[in-house]
């Protein structure tokens, strides 16, 4: 059985810090690229960051760059998001992605998806 567990959510002040875990289970995760998306109330889902199963290559929206660093731990089967400087537009529910294919995370259309946490940026 294959799951998408993310942890790391929660409450923050603007300009705090949060961590996000997503762990891979039932697939080689060395194998997955694997992506952060987020939606917030009322709005679509849209891409956060995505980085490379193979080559770790990694990709950011512009509204998350110089603060987000996506990263992965293959030993973990662990993706994660650092999020410094946080602002209250990154309230949102954030959810992993995982695919066999970097250009499917990217599309959105990851072949699994984990549940989300919930992130709260206070002002």
């Known amino acids: 059985q294959v799951q998408l567990v993310e942890s790391g959510g929660g409450l923050v002040q603007t300009g705090g810090s949060l961590r996000l875990s997503c762990v891979l289970s039932?697939?080689?995760?060395?194998?997955?690229?694997m992506g952060w998306f987020r939606q917030a109330p009322g709005k679509d889902r849209e891409f956060v960051a995505a980085i490379g199963g193979s080559d770790g290559v990694t990709y950011s929206a512009d509204s998350v760059k110089g603060r987000f660093t996506i990263s992965r731990d293959n030993a973990k089967n662990t993706v994660y998001l650092q999020m410094n400087s946080l602002k209250p537009e990154d309230t949102a529910v954030y959810y992993c992605?995982?695919?066999?294919?970097?250009?499917?995370?990217?599309?959105?259309?990851?072949?699994?998806w984990g549940q989300g946490t919930q992130v709260t940026v206070s002002s």
């Open positions: 039932g697939r080689t995760f060395s194998t997955y690229s």
């Open positions: 992605s995982a695919a066999n294919l970097l250009r499917a995370v990217l599309g959105a259309r990851g072949d699994y």
